[in-house]
């Protein structure tokens, strides 16, 4: 483990103080609470992940007598934004693990499956484990896939250090696989390759954070002169805010780390130790390393994809739905809302998005149950504490419009790298997450 406990330690009066206040800081403010409205509506809810339990909670705290089931076949529940610090070595894969079952609020229906077909014709859904659902209304909060199998030559059994493979993505227990990977890299020196893919994806910051952290630890372990940096981005710029590209470019030139723009995974070979990546109007390029970090192309889960539910004309070969990007509420299906990753907006895959995706779906479906009209409007916040060093990161919120939308103008500067964001996330942000599962944030 890298000595930030001790580091982190020596703050503990902030720290408990950030962690107290994490749900309003690094989330923005919280939901009013409000009088219960009287419903036997049935609400099925896809996932209980980030979104899922979220809204589950925020519905039995603002509806009486209302019939809300959930499914999800995972009975464990990931916090996905520790991955990164697991695969830095800052924390264990339990870190990141909890039951599902425990953020679940009181009254509802669990079934621990996973929705095998969806029938929004019928209001109808099927479970893995044959049960049929009939509901009035549907909260798909499903998140996505991870399309490993699109990476030719690789599977997660490669993850570890005597391949050098990192997926930091897949699971905690890849992701601390992934930092023994980085941990040896780090040692030995070489050639490391990082990048992103080219489909939406979540945390969109995450595959440069890990290039960072690699890079701080070669440096601070006095190995830096033996490695080799490469983020390879999918697109002209490295990240899709332009404001954050820059800056991020201003920051892997300072630091020497090789970045090459229109370079997308496409299979790499374990035995040679190669890479090819695609480039544009077909051409590829085969590069050797020592370390890779592997995002894969992310999508639709398959049985959202079959079930109509998806945009026609975009994102086809991603397959998220297709919900109006401002009240989340389904185009087609208005009885139906998506929260969190699988909804087919232009931005927002983040667990800071889903806190506010959280009470725009809740005012639509509980005015719509009240005999009203849902007010409030999802504007595309989007958030990333993006970590350039262990104890440093930005504090990056931005919007629809590429607009930075700073929680604390004036106070924290959001393209600073600055040791308050750096506890956003390293400490706040847990805190912050857990109380929006309990639907307090
Ligand atoms: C490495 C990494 C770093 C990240 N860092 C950050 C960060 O710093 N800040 C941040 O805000 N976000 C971060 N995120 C993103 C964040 O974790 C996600 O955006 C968030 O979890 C999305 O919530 P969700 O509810 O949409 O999906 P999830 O939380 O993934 O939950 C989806 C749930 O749906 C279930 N499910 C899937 N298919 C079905 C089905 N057919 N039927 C029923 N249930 C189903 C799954 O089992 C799962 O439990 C990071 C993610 C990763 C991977």
Same mark, same amino acid.
């Given at each position: 483990m890298m000595d930030f406990e001790k580091i982190a330690a020596s703050r503990r009066g902030f720290m408990g103080l950030a962690g107290a206040g994490g749900a309003a800081l690094a989330f923005g403010a919280g939901t009013a609470q409000a009088a219960k409205q009287r419903t036997s509506a049935r609400i099925l809810i896809l996932g209980a992940g980030a979104g899922g339990a979220a809204i589950a909670n925020r519905l039995t705290e603002r509806l009486d007598g209302a019939q809300i089931t959930i499914l999800d076949g995972r009975a464990q529940h990931w916090y996905q934004p520790g991955f990164t610090l697991i695969a830095a070595g800052l924390?264990?894969?339990?870190?990141a693990i909890s039951s599902t079952e425990q953020w679940l609020p009181r009254g509802i229906t669990y079934i621990?499956?996973?929705?095998?077909e969806l029938d929004p014709e019928s209001n109808r859904v099927t479970t893995t484990g044959g049960q049929r659902i009939e509901y009035d209304y549907l909260i798909v909060a499903t998140g996505l896939v991870l399309? !490993?199998?699109?990476?030719? @030559?690789?599977?997660?059994?490669?993850? @570890?250090?005597e391949n050098g493979v990192s997926a930091h993505y897949a699971s905690p227990e890849a992701a601390e696989k992934s930092w023994l990977a980085l941990d040896k890299f780090t040692d030995e020196g070489g050639v490391g390759m990082f990048g992103r893919p080219a489909t939406e994806m979540k945390c969109a910051g995450a595959p440069v954070k890990i290039c960072f952290l690699a890079e701080d630890i070669a440096t601070t372990k006095g190995n830096r002169g033996k490695c080799e940096f490469v983020y390879n981005a999918q697109a002209q710029n490295l990240f899709g805010v332009p404001v954050i590209h820059h800056r991020v470019r201003q920051i892997m030139d300072e630091r020497d780390i090789t970045y090459r723009y229109q370079h997308v995974l496409k299979s790499i070979d374990l035995g040679a130790k190669t890479a090819t990546y695609a480039l544009p109007e077909g051409a590829e390029v085969t590069d050797k390393w020592d370390f890779i970090n592997i995002v894969p192309p992310q999508r639709a889960p398959q049985v959202i994809r079959d079930s @109509?539910?998806? !945009?026609a004309e975009r994102w086809m070969d991603q397959g998220w739905i297709e919900v109006d990007?401002?009240?989340?509420?389904h185009a087609r299906y208005s009885n139906v809302f998506g929260i969190g990753d699988i909804n087919g907006v232009p931005k927002g895959k983040t667990a800071a998005s889903v806190k506010f995706h959280i009470p725009v779906v809740e005012d639509h479906l509980v005015s719509e149950i009240a005999g009203r009209e849902g007010t409030r409007r999802y504007d595309g916040y989007t958030s990333c504490p993006l970590i350039t060093r262990i104890g440093r990161a930005m504090l990056v919120e931005f919007d629809y419009q590429d607009n930075l939308t700073p929680s604390f103008p004036g106070v924290i500067a959001p393209l600073e790298e600055l040791w308050i964001s750096w506890l956003m996330k390293e400490v706040a942000l847990k805190a912050t997450y857990n109380a929006m599962l309990r639907g307090r944030a």
């Open positions: 924390r264990k894969a339990d870190y621990n499956e996973y929705a095998a399309d !490993w199998d699109a990476i030719e @030559g690789f599977d997660l059994s490669m993850v @570890g250090p @109509g539910l998806s !945009w990007m401002q009240t989340l509420r």
